[in-house]
């Protein structure tokens, strides 16, 4: 069974810097892919970024530049620098694993965090 926590929302003022956490348990080969999303008010959640086990990413052209996604594999947590905060970027966050890459295509999300506000 897979549990993810995130943290590190907040409110900031426009451009500048937060980084959220996401604390991972019961992650298997099949929930190998991690990736961020984001859900603002009336509107759908979307992708923001992904990163499979040996690194490779993928961002949403609204973040490019922005935001960089990692993760330490040996600690379980997944991590989003969010630097340059636009008024745009306020949402919930959430993170998501997948066994598809990459998983912020919807749908491919199997287990999801509770959510972390972010408010620029």
């Known amino acids: 069974h897979v549990q993810l926590v995130e943290s590190g929302g907040g409110s900031v003022q426009a451009g500048g810097s937060l980084r959220l956490s996401c604390s991972a348990s019961g992650i298997t080969d099949s929930t190998y892919y991690m990736g961020w999303f984001r859900q603002a008010p009336g509107k759908e959640r979307e992708g923001v970024a992904a990163i499979d086990g040996a690194g490779i990413t993928t961002y949403a052209d609204s973040v490019k530049g922005r935001f960089t996604i990692s993760r330490d594999n040996a600690k379980n947590t997944l991590y989003l620098q969010m630097n340059n905060l636009k008024p745009e970027d306020t949402a919930m966050y959430y993170c998501?694993?997948?066994?598809?890459?990459?998983?912020?295509?919807?749908?491919?999300?199997?287990?999801w965090g509770q959510g972390t506000q972010v408010t620029v």
């Open positions: 998501g694993a997948s066994g598809i890459w990459p998983c912020t295509v919807k749908g491919r999300v199997t287990s």
